[in-house]
């Protein structure tokens, strides 16, 4: 049986951007037959309208697309508009996140934590909607306690999520850990593991220190002293994000959900590698 993925895009900012996303990217991907696309949505709703331009998009080459849609800075009425815009596109999947707060922000809202927006879902739009959130295997950047986490993380399923994408990680150890301890706390919904692959080393080893994401040391070592030799950077990482998917599929992850930063190259290699494309 394969594998089911999902694939992850932000918003692009120009209209060239736009194009080789939806021309290009989309249709590339579109070979290991996802089970949706998400885009992602700016910090108090910065990129409403390009998230929902591409979202649209997307749903009209017949795809399925889930926008992410944060609650931090948001009012329960701004949050039924948007929610009935996606419903009058035909769009019922959405990635629930409690989101960060905007710089020079003051308030945050009428919505503290992705439980009540997931909560606020339900009960506005009744049980059709699937809603994904968000899951962190080595533990949210911003929560000192691991326990305290992931007891956030179970109220948030029990408030009527129907699975979770986790933070990328490289240690399938802590995935495999998260998702024992969160199935002691009653959390039975899917729990699909984020991966990232090497796009880039240096951009992902510094999301990855901001985050709290632990790179293990002989894989850094190994990309540092390949210095400025990109094909072997390219195929190193490819190696070693394929392993970690194989372990996570021999290991029962219900699914794989790829953070693309809209590129498909490399994406597509591995999903070659995991017989999940043809050749």
Known sequence: ?????????????????????????????????????????????????????????IAAAGHQAAPHLSCIGATRESLREILAEYRSQGIRRVVALRGDLPS??????????????????????GPDWQIEVAAYPETHPQCRYAAKDLQHFATKMKAGANAAITQFFFNP?????????????????????G????????????????????????????????MDDAASIRAFGLDVVTRLCERLIEGGAPGIHFYCLNQSELVLEIGRRLGLAPR
Do not use: C
């Open 195 to 226: 991966i990232m692959p090497f796009h880039n080393y240096h951009r992902i080893a510094q999301f990855a220190q901001r985050d709290g994401i632990d790179i293990p040391r002989w894989v850094a070592l190994k990309m540092e002293g390949f």
């Open 104 to 125: 020079g922000t003051a308030g945050l809202g009428e919505f503290r934590y992705a439980e009540e927006l997931v909560r606020f879902i339900r009960e506005t739009e």
């Open 173 to 193: 150890e802590a995935y495999f850990h998260f998702v024992d301890e969160a199935r002691k706390l009653g959390v039975e919904q899917p729990i699909v593991p």
């Open 1 to 57: 049986m394969k594998t089911p993925v999902s694939f992850e895009f932000f918003p692009p900012n120009t209209p060239v951007g736009h194009d080789k996303l939806l021309n290009q990217v989309v249709p590339a991907l579109a070979a290991l037959q996802p089970e949706y696309f998400s885009v992602t949505y700016g910090a108090g709703g910065a990129t409403r309208d390009k998230t929902l331009a591409t979202v649209k998009a």
